[in-house]
């Protein structure tokens, strides 16, 4: 197995289990400012909120509320029994985001627990079912980007489509593929950077890997690679929230989608960036 090759320093790893059917499958993580409290959604449309208990910057424990499905109205969906919920995000004012990569929509839940889809985008349209928007990131000034897991082939950057209320949509940048690795989190950073969480799978295993990116309008950016991680080192990372510590350092937590499957694990994972 090849080691790590990394600029972040591992913190902790806490297996989370939980005895209910439906827990699980999260791909999508939010965090309080300061690391403690948290949001995670399941790809079957479900949230669970709770806090993440540290000692030593190691996690020792979760405690969390029962499980709700996100109550999304059916007509919302051409399809409305498949919900493959991927993308979460929230703004300023509370409001949640949802990315749904079965059929490319981004959907906002307002404060009084109404639901709206964005409005379309023929680039966004034209992404393949089941293959398109997996990570969902919102800026302070509520700006929304949303990355698919696929480009045009092997080679081909990675589209980041961007959404402001007053204008809609457009694509400002994309960003490079390279060594297997596919887009699945996303989080603007405290420090105003788009920090994106990919996924490899070689057959054996999952690897991840975390690069951050100034927010331009540039094509085929490279970013910063500040994390990548060997074949098996975490389980399935899908969720990525990125916050600062009270000693200054840049935190990155990240959260495993099991598949419901008993042989992979609900890990959550946390590497810092900094002293």
């Known amino acids: 197995m090849d080691e790590d090759k990394t600029s972040a320093r591992f913190l902790s790893?806490?297996?989370?289990?939980?005895?209910?059917?439906?827990?699980?499958?999260?791909?999508?993580?939010?965090?309080?400012?300061?690391g403690a409290s948290f949001v995670m959604m399941s790809d079957r449309a479900h949230l669970i909120e709770g806090t993440i208990f540290r000692h030593s910057n190691r996690i020792i424990g979760l405690r969390s509320s029962e499980m709700a499905p996100l109550d999304i109205p059916d007509s919302l969906f051409a399809h409305p029994s498949n919900r493959d919920t991927e993308g979460l995000a929230r703004d300023a004012d509370g409001r949640l985001f949802v990315s749904v990569e079965s059929e490319n929509l981004v959907l906002r839940r307002d404060l009084d627990g109404s639901w709206a889809a964005l409005p379309r985008f023929p680039s966004i349209d034209a992404l393949p079912s089941n293959r398109g928007l997996e990570a969902l990131a919102i800026s302070t000034d509520d700006t929304i980007y949303a990355l698919p897991e696929v480009s045009r082939d092997l080679l081909a950057p990675f589209a980041v489509f961007r959404f402001r209320g007053n204008v809609g949509w457009d694509q400002p940048m994309s960003i490079s593929r390279s060594d297997g690795f596919v887009p699945v989190g996303a989080d603007v950073g405290p420090d105003g950077q788009l920090y994106i969480l990919e996924r490899g799978f070689s057959g054996f295993g999952f690897s991840s890997r975390v690069r951050r990116f100034e927010i331009n309008e540039t094509e085929n950016a490279a970013g910063e690679t500040l994390l990548t991680t060997s074949t098996r080192r975490h389980d399935n990372l899908e969720g990525l929230a990125v916050w600062r510590a009270e000693d200054g350092t840049i935190r990155l937590t990240m959260v495993s989608d099991d598949n419901f499957m008993s042989l992979q694990n609900t890990e959550i994972v946390e590497y810092t960036i900094g002293n």
């Open 13 to 34: 790893s806490y297996h989370w289990t939980k005895e209910r059917a439906d827990f699980g499958g999260y791909s999508g993580l939010i965090l309080s400012p300061d």
